[in-house]
């Protein structure tokens, strides 16, 4: 079950991946990013279920921690420069 | 509790399928927005709900909890600091009246007049 998990997470990322390439603007782009970042973070949980261990769980904390960094210094840079 | 545990983690990842599919084609930055920043957050936490009834061990479950705390904590403050940075570039259909630009014009004209009319 895990794989049907797996290629579900799949399709999301090639959409997230679809606006992080093409969005009009820098904050579509971000969104694209901060998407596939969460995307990122189920997959490596579903990996970590699928191979029935939990010695890579503590990797989601630091993607989690780096994703909420990178937007948020994102979103400072779009607020001072613009677009 | 394996079923379980699979009807859970297929769930969540349904639910950041969805949120992927709203980001392509959802119309303007704030519907994206939408769709971008809820529906993955709750795949995470349905995701690690249903790996920790899995893996059942103690480290996977402080683990996981602690993810799921973090990720609830930092989604909307992200969304939050994304949707007030991209305001000015993007311009946006409102389908009400826009009151955070009457106050502004009012704060920087500091007509304080403008600020004490009810809203329309």
Avoid: C, W
């Avoid at chain 1, 997470?9 to 970042?37: E, H, K, M, N, T």
């Avoid at chain 2, 480290?59 to 007030?84: D, K, N």
């Avoid at chain 2, 009246?97 to 004209?109: I, W």
């Amino acid at each position: 079950m895990t794989s049907l998990a797996l290629v579900l997470l799949a399709i999301g990322a090639a959409g997230f991946l679809f606006r992080l390439l093409r969005g009009p603007s820098l904050s579509d782009r971000v969104v694209g990013l901060d998407g596939l970042q969460s995307i990122v973070v189920i997959a490596i949980i579903v990996a970590a279920a699928r191979a029935d261990s939990g010695i890579t769980i503590e990797t989601v904390l630091v993607a989690v921690l780096v994703g909420f960094v990178g937007t948020t210094a994102l979103s400072r840079f779009i607020e001072r420069r613009g677009n | 509790m394996s079923a379980l545990s699979d009807v859970l983690i297929v769930a969540g990842a349904a639910l950041a399928m969805i949120g992927g599919i709203g980001a392509v084609r959802f119309r303007d930055l704030y519907s994206r927005m939408h769709a971008a920043a809820k529906a993955p957050t709750l795949g995470l936490v349905l995701v690690a709900i249903g790996a920790a009834i899995a893996i059942d061990t103690l480290l996977a479950y402080t683990t996981l909890l602690l993810v799921v705390i973090l990720q609830l904590l930092s989604s909307p403050v992200g969304a939050h600091a994304l949707s007030r940075a991209s305001r000015r570039q993007t311009p946006v259909a409102l389908d009400g009246p826009d009151h955070l630009t009457r106050d502004e014009a009012a704060a920087t004209s500091r007509d304080h007049s403008a600020m004490s009319e009810p809203p329309e």
